[in-house]
């Protein structure tokens, strides 16, 4: 078998990985404070069975994943309890397996008056969750504090992490830190209230991806027929 379906088909699979990463983009190009993920690649070449490096066998593998963490465009709605970090940082809210980060900004009151996200989880505050008492009307100023007329309810925190591209991806559009990776309070809080950030996803710039790398995989598999062929071809010719 030559070394060439060797590349055509470990390419073949790198794309794969590609279409589903973009995939994965594209499906939350609507979802608030969402942040996408590229990928990057390497040529790996196999080892000789005396150890060194095989020139004529080449793989192609994915390399790594990164998150884009740059700030989503923000969209106005007036609402006051949307809420969009301007910067960096990331907002907290309580999970089943501890704090989760995230930088949607829409929250609602639960029926014990605390502010949570969309899919339930409880807003922290710099004290705690936030609770509202019943009857007043609530606002968010520009350093994330929550009042109703004189009286501060409670002050929505912010944290960051010294390595963002750490953190995992937990579900619910929330990241998880794993053990060793600290979150620092943001000290100078900077959001707008009545306003939510969009997803970074750039949709066409996506779009247009996943149809060059479709193009690609068609390509590898293609060139994996071909071999195939060549394979058939050889094996009739030899045994005649």
């Known amino acids: 078998m030559p070394n060439g379906i ?4 470990t390419g073949a699979l790198a794309q794969e990985e590609h279409l589903d990463i973009l995939a994965n983009n594209l499906a939350n190009g609507s ?14 070449m196999d080892e000789a069975r005396d150890g060194t490096n095989n020139e004529t066998q080449r793989h192609v593998v994915l390399d790594s994943t990164f998150t884009d963490f740059s700030q989503g465009p923000l969209q106005h709605t007036h609402n006051k309890m949307d809420v969009a970090i ?12 501890g704090p989760g980060y995230t930088r949607n900004g829409s929250f609602m009151l639960n029926d014990k008056r605390q502010l949570t996200t969309v899919s339930g989880e409880v807003l922290q505050g710099t004290s705690g969750p936030i609770e509202v008492p019943e009857g007043a009307v609530i606002n968010i100023n520009q350093s994330g504090a929550v009042t109703s007329g ?19 991806r937990i ?48 390509s590898f598999n293609k060139a994996i027929q071909t071999y195939r062929t060549v394979d058939s071809t050889t094996a009739r010719e030899l045994g005649r």
């Open 86 to 97: 301007q910067g960096e940082g990331f907002f907290v809210v309580d999970t089943p397996e």
């Open 6 to 9: 060797y590349s055509a088909m």
């Open 150 to 168: 004189p009286l501060e309810i409670g002050k929505i925190r912010v944290v960051k992490f010294d390595d963002p591209q750490s953190l995992n």
């Open 31 to 44: 979802t608030n404070g969402f942040k996408g993920v590229q990928a990057t690649f390497k040529e790996l």
């Open 171 to 218: 579900g619910h559009n929330l990241y998880g830190a794993p053990e060793g990776l600290d979150a620092v309070d943001v000290e100078q809080v900077s959001v707008q209230t009545g306003a939510i950030e969009r997803s970074n996803v750039n949709m066409i710039r996506e779009m247009t991806s996943l149809i060059k790398v479709s193009r690609f995989y068609e």
